[in-house]
């Protein structure tokens, strides 16, 4: 139940995926081995009823495949040699012909993007998961057919990644205005951005907790995943990705 096998077929191999990966040059495949769920199991089995645990590793794996593979291991970059090929392209955040630009010579996503590129990039990585997620036929590939099997996985996806978000403040610095973990910042953004969806989806309930301080209760409505969430979320990606592919240029007139 701790181990995580997935296996991609790729043009190359993401370098910066878990230290666990092996891969052999020139093999294309690459492989996540030894996932330990342990610190998750430990933080988030109190969230799930009994009849939801059970489910909770086989979400893990889900998120990490798709995160790593499909979310760090895609999206298209447009450099200065391929300026030609962009002025036929539609913008597809404006509708717009040949608005679209290209990295300029020499940069890169991490000298455009400069600090927030790690943060940003985990932010689309992600959002590529619980997106993904929703979709019986990748659901299919990782073994989980039924019905009731990929609601729980989907469910638990989610739930985990509003809670994360409250949770992500511990590593916000405010006298600096700083975030001291990526993944973090990624997933406060997320909760942000389901927030601002709106129609009931995601709530926050300021509460007592037991020990009589101050406490946050996170509320997931489970039948607006699939219509709100889903809906929410792709529009989000599809303003990193664009923003990513051109080198941030769209920042001030989108």
């Known amino acids: 139940g701790a181990l995580t096998a997935c296996y991609v077929s790729c043009r190359c191999v993401v370098s910066y995926m878990f230290s666990e990966i092996c891969y052999a040059p020139f093999c294309h495949h690459a492989r996540l081995r030894r996932v330990s769920v342990f610190w998750w199991r430990?933080?988030?089995?109190?969230?799930?009823?009994?009849?939801?645990?059970?489910?909770?590793?086989?979400?893990?794996s889900v998120k990490v495949g798709l995160h790593e593979l499909l979310g760090h291991g895609s999206g298209k970059l447009f450099y200065a040699k391929d300026a030609d090929l962009v002025k036929t392209l539609t913008n597809p955040l404006t509708g717009q012909v040949g608005d679209?630009?290209?990295?300029p010579e020499n940069a890169t996503w991490d000298t455009s993007f400069g600090k927030i590129a790690s943060n940003y990039e985990e932010c689309r990585a992600e959002c590529t998961g619980i997106y993904l997620c929703l979709q019986p036929t990748i659901l299919e590939v990782f073994g989980y057919s039924t019905p009731e099997a990929q609601s729980d996985i989907v469910y638990i996806n989610w739930l985990l990644m509003v809670r994360a978000g409250v949770v992500g403040l511990e590593f916000y610095t405010p006298s600096t205005d700083a975030w001291r973990q990526a993944h973090m910042n990624a997933r406060f953004v997320i909760l942000r951005v389901l927030l601002e969806a709106g129609e009931g989806l995601v709530t926050l309930e300021r509460t007592v907790g037991e020990d009589g301080?101050?406490?946050?209760?996170v509320h997931l409505d489970r039948t607006k995943i699939a219509t709100v969430g889903k809906a929410a979320i792709e529009a989000f990606m599809l303003r990193l990705q664009v923003y990513k592919s051109v080198g941030g240029k769209l920042f001030l007139i989108v």
């Open 100 to 103: 679209l630009s290209t990295y």
């Open 213 to 217: 301080l101050d406490d946050v209760m």
């Open 42 to 60: 430990v933080c988030v089995c109190m969230l799930l009823s009994h009849s939801l645990s059970h489910s909770l590793s086989h979400s893990l």
